[in-house]
C-alpha cells in the first residue's frame, strides 16, 4: 500500500485527483494453492484523468492494462490489486471481468465505492467470479491524502 500511495502523491503533484494502485503477481500452483514464486510488483499508477482527457485513466484501471500487457494475459488471477481509495464501478467490473485474485484498499469511498460501500460487485453472486476484498490498510494516510488535496481546491 506505501507504493500506492507513492503513486498517489505523484498523481497529486501533477494536479490529479491522488489515487494511486500497484499490482502485485504472486503464481500459485492451481492444484495446491501455494505460492510457487515470489511476490513482486509487475504493474503501478495513478490517476491521469485531466491529463489524458480519459474519464477511463483511474489508477486501477491503467494499472491493470499494464499488468496485463506484462503477464501477456488478460487474466489476472494470480494478482492482488492494491489502491488507496476503494474502487468505483467502473474499476470494480474491470477487476471483476479480469478475473482479479484479490483487491486491497485503503480508504472507503461513501459516493461510489462498489467494493462495499454502495455496490460489492466482488461478492455478487449473479457475476461469474467472485474475489476476496481487504479494506482499510493504511486508510488514514490514504483519506488525508485526498483531504488535503480537496480542501486546497475550495
Known amino acids: 500500500m506505501r507504493l500506492a500511495l ?3 502523491q505523484m498523481a497529486a503533484r ?19 494453492g501455494r505460492p510457487t514464486a515470489e511476490p513482486r510488483v509487475i504493474a503501478r499508477g495513478h490517476n491521469q484523468c485531466e491529463l489524458l482527457k480519459d474519464a477511463s485513466a483511474h489508477a486501477e484501471f491503467s494499472a491493470m ?13 494470480d494478482c492482488t490489486i492494491y ?7 467502473m474499476c470494480a467490473g474491470l477487476m471483476h471481468r479480469s478475473r482479479v485474485g484479490r483487491c486491497v484498499y485503503g480508504a472507503p469511498d461513501p459516493k461510489g465505492g462498489a467494493l462495499g460501500s ?11 467470479h ?10 488514514e494516510e490514504c483519506q488525508a491524502l485526498l483531504q488535503r488535496f480537496f480542501q486546497t481546491r475550495r
Open 130 to 139: 467472485r474475489f476476496p476484498v481487504t479494506a482499510g490498510i493504511l486508510e
Open 65 to 77: 492494462r499494464e499488468a496485463e500487457q506484462a503477464l501477456d494475459n488478460w487474466r489476472l488471477s
Open 118 to 128: 454502495l455496490y460489492a460487485i466482488h461478492q455478487d453472486r449473479r457475476l461469474n
Open 6 to 8: 507513492e503513486e498517489a
Open 14 to 32: 501533477v494536479d490529479e485527483v491522488p489515487i494511486g494502485a500497484v499490482v502485485v503477481h504472486q503464481p500459485h500452483d492451481r492444484a495446491t
Open 83 to 89: 489502491v488507496t481509495l476503494e474502487p468505483c464501478v
